[in-house]
């Protein structure tokens, strides 16, 4: 037999001298127990087999305020036939209303059951008994419930539970449902209720007091349940999608890179042309980008700048290439616009820093007007780095971005050509996922053209690498919708740990 605990022993000896079986506020009463103790020790008696636990579903029925004050002076209808008895069997409304002084906020129910029960007939503000009014269930139950307080509905008749329905569509009754638990010695918990239980006290904290007076040696002490769950805590803590962020950054800084920032409301030079993204090209239409309405336009920079870009556009300028072959247009290039990609931070940066080694990145948000969907959001983050040095070749991109992701935790990256307008060669940077069982895109890169460079006057190569961190983040957070990052969901946020 498993040892009792305090607890157990006193339900135990409760419910002894209850004759096996009683409720868990009898039991309550007699051992001194708090619900929550007698609850404990019940489910440990019945895992012990010493006890079974019947649960019944009851409903109890009580009086409601008004329904007291109608158990005191009577149902309305049954004051007001009372005084039209008393008057002599009619009387008129007004009479009645006086003879019973009915508060004047029943007249219109007491009316309506006078007539309803058959009791009385209503004939020009004339009230004329019709039939001895009997005692109803309806006013035996209001009795009953007065003088014995709460009932349970199962246990009355049919004709009181009948008027249970009608008192409660008066209002006059209140009904809850509860659970009524009831525990009962099984036969082995009565033989061992038989060979007498003597009540050991247990203490479950080792006190001075006991270990002084040499009482710890009497006494029982509890046993803990060391592999107890503690309780859940939910600690303020920094937004999982930032402490990515803060990640990425702290990478960045680890391989000696710093942090540039630019403006987001850019102007379609620094976004597009500076980069050789020709006038026409698709990605400024306004399908894609957000232009400003007010204001719309900006600034260029010093005119050496503009006009060697525009040139570059137009024929190609010292650049080598045959440039865009059309006609550049200022006004085009002055248009603001929320910049589309942080690569317009970079090549900002680039315009005022042309003595090498440079080695910059940033981790910011990028807009496009695309129509919302598990993967594409109108406002998200890019990761954007460059290196400019002497003597630096696209082997040196790739081994810093292997580094780079590396540190993120993503170890297996392979590069593919692909292509942008201000690179050359262009690669694209996937990463496989165990996890998903494929390939996912990470960044798009390259080393910056000579149509970049030269209009700015940048004489060393420059490696360039941009990509989403959304993406990054459904991996490492295991969800399947960029939604979820920015919808601030309580419950997901809570399960997420303090620290990635
Ligand atoms: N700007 C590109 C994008 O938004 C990424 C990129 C950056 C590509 C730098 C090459 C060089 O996808």
Same mark, same amino acid.
Request: proline letters at 5%; glycine letters at 8%; charged letters at 30%.
């Given at each position: %037999?498993?040892?009792?605990?305090?607890?157990?022993?006193?339900?135990?000896?409760?419910?002894?001298?209850?004759?096996?079986?009683?409720?868990?506020?009898?039991?309550?009463?007699?051992?001194?127990?708090?619900?929550?103790?007698?609850?404990?020790?019940?489910?440990?008696?019945?895992?012990?087999?010493?006890?079974?636990?019947?649960?019944?579903?009851?409903?109890?029925?009580?009086?409601?305020?008004?329904?007291?004050?109608?158990?005191?002076?009577? @149902?309305?209808?049954?004051?007001?036939?009372?005084?039209?008895?008393? @008057?002599?069997?009619?009387?008129?409304?007004?009479?009645?209303?006086?003879?019973?002084?009915?508060?004047?906020?029943?007249?219109?129910?007491?009316?309506?059951?006078?007539?309803?029960?058959?009791?009385?007939?209503?004939?020009?503000?004339?009230?004329?008994?019709?039939?001895?009014?009997?005692?109803?269930?309806?006013?035996?139950?209001?009795?009953?419930?007065?003088?014995?307080?709460?009932?349970?509905?199962?246990? %009355?008749?049919?004709?009181?539970?009948?008027?249970?329905?009608?008192?409660?569509?008066?209002?006059?009754?209140?009904?809850?449902?509860?659970?009524?638990?009831?525990?009962?010695?099984?036969?082995?918990?009565?033989?061992?209720?038989?060979? #007498?239980?003597?009540?050991?006290?247990?203490?479950?904290?080792?006190?001075?007091?006991?270990?002084?007076?040499?009482?710890?040696?009497?006494?029982?002490?509890?046993?803990?349940?060391?592999?107890?769950?503690?309780?859940?805590?939910?600690?303020?803590?920094?937004?999982?999608?930032?402490?990515?962020?803060?990640?990425?950054?702290?990478?960045?800084?680890?391989? #000696?890179?710093? +942090?540039?920032?630019?403006?987001?409301?850019?102007?379609?030079?620094? !976004?597009?042309?500076?980069?050789?993204?020709?006038?026409?090209?698709?990605?400024? +239409?306004?399908? =894609?980008?957000?232009?400003?309405?007010?204001?719309?336009?900006?600034?260029?920079?010093?005119?050496?700048?503009?006009?060697?870009?525009?040139?570059?556009?137009?024929? /190609?300028?010292?650049? #080598?290439?045959?440039?865009?072959?059309?006609?550049?247009?200022?006004?085009?290039?002055?248009?603001?616009?929320?910049?589309?990609?942080?690569?317009?931070?970079?090549?900002?940066?680039?315009?005022?820093?042309?003595?090498?080694?440079?080695?910059?990145?940033?981790?910011?948000?990028?807009?496009? !007007?695309?129509?919302?969907?598990?993967?594409?959001?109108?406002?998200?983050?890019?990761?954007?780095?460059?290196?400019? =040095?002497?003597?630096?070749?696209?082997?040196?991109?790739?081994?810093?971005?292997?580094?780079?992701?590396?540190?993120?935790?993503?170890?297996?990256?392979?590069?593919?050509? /692909?292509?942008?307008?201000?690179?050359?060669?262009?690669?694209?940077?996937?990463?496989?996922?165990?996890?998903?069982?494929?390939?996912?895109?990470?960044?798009?890169?390259?080393?910056?053209?000579?149509?970049?460079?030269?209009?700015?006057?940048?004489?060393?190569?420059?490696?360039?690498?941009?990509?989403?961190?959304?993406?990054?983040?459904?991996?490492?957070?295991?969800?399947? !919708?960029?939604?979820?990052?920015?919808? !601030?969901?309580?419950?997901?946020?809570?399960?997420?740990?303090?620290?990635?």
């Amino acid at each position: %037999m498993a040892e009792l605990r305090e607890n157990e022993q006193k339900t135990l000896l409760a419910l002894e001298k209850l004759d096996g079986r009683g409720s868990i506020e009898e039991i309550m009463g007699i051992s001194g127990l708090a619900h929550a103790a007698v609850m404990r020790a019940a489910l440990s008696l019945k895992t012990k087999k010493l006890a079974k636990i019947n649960e019944e579903k009851r409903t109890s029925v009580a009086l409601s305020e008004e329904g007291k004050h109608h158990a005191r002076k009577g @149902l309305p209808e049954r004051r007001l036939i009372q005084a039209i008895t008393r @008057l002599g069997g009619e009387a008129t409304v007004k009479k009645a209303v006086e003879k019973a002084s009915l508060e004047e906020n029943f007249l219109t129910i007491a009316l309506g059951w006078l007539r309803r029960k058959g009791w009385a007939t209503v004939k020009k503000h004339v009230l004329t008994i019709s039939e001895k009014p009997k005692i109803g269930d309806d006013e035996t139950l209001l009795t009953l419930l007065d003088e014995k307080g709460p009932q349970v509905l199962e246990d %009355m008749s049919k004709e009181l539970q009948k008027a249970v329905s009608t008192l409660k569509s008066r209002g006059l009754v209140e009904i809850e449902k509860k659970t009524l638990r009831e525990l009962e010695l099984t036969k082995t918990g009565w033989e061992l209720v038989k060979q #007498g239980i003597e009540i050991v006290e247990e203490v479950s904290q080792l006190t001075p007091e006991l270990v002084v007076t040499g009482k710890w040696r009497k006494v029982k002490l509890r046993r803990f349940n060391v592999t107890a769950r503690g309780p859940a805590v939910y600690p303020g803590k920094v937004h999982p999608l930032q402490q990515m962020i803060q990640g990425v950054k702290e990478a960045f800084l680890e391989m #000696g890179f710093t +942090e540039i920032r630019g403006p987001i409301v850019e102007t379609a030079f620094w !976004n597009f042309d500076a980069l050789f993204q020709p006038q026409d090209h698709p990605a400024r +239409e306004m399908m =894609d980008t957000f232009y400003l309405a007010r204001p719309k336009e900006g600034g260029l920079p010093k005119e050496d700048i503009v006009e060697a870009v525009a040139k570059t556009h137009e024929n /190609g300028w010292i650049t #080598g290439s045959r440039g865009w072959e059309y006609s550049w247009s200022s006004d085009e290039a002055r248009k603001l616009v929320l910049r589309t990609h942080t690569t317009s931070v970079t090549i900002r940066y680039l315009s005022d820093h042309k003595e090498p080694p440079v080695k910059v990145f940033s981790v910011d948000r990028a807009y496009r !007007n695309e129509r919302v969907d598990y993967k594409h959001i109108p406002e998200f983050y890019q990761i954007e780095g460059i290196v400019m =040095d002497k003597d630096v070749t696209l082997r040196d991109l790739m081994g810093t971005l292997k580094e780079f992701y590396s540190k993120l935790g993503i170890r297996k990256v392979e590069f593919w050509p /692909g292509y942008f307008p201000y690179t050359e060669p262009s690669v694209q940077a996937t990463a496989y996922v165990p996890k998903l069982k494929s390939w996912i895109e990470l960044c798009g890169m390259g080393i910056f053209r000579p149509e970049v460079l030269e209009p700015l006057n940048i004489k060393y190569p420059v490696l360039a690498w941009g990509g989403g961190l959304e993406r990054l983040a459904l991996l490492k957070f295991g969800i399947d !919708n960029i939604r979820f990052l920015y919808k !601030n969901d309580l419950g997901w946020i809570r399960r997420m740990p303090l620290c990635q």
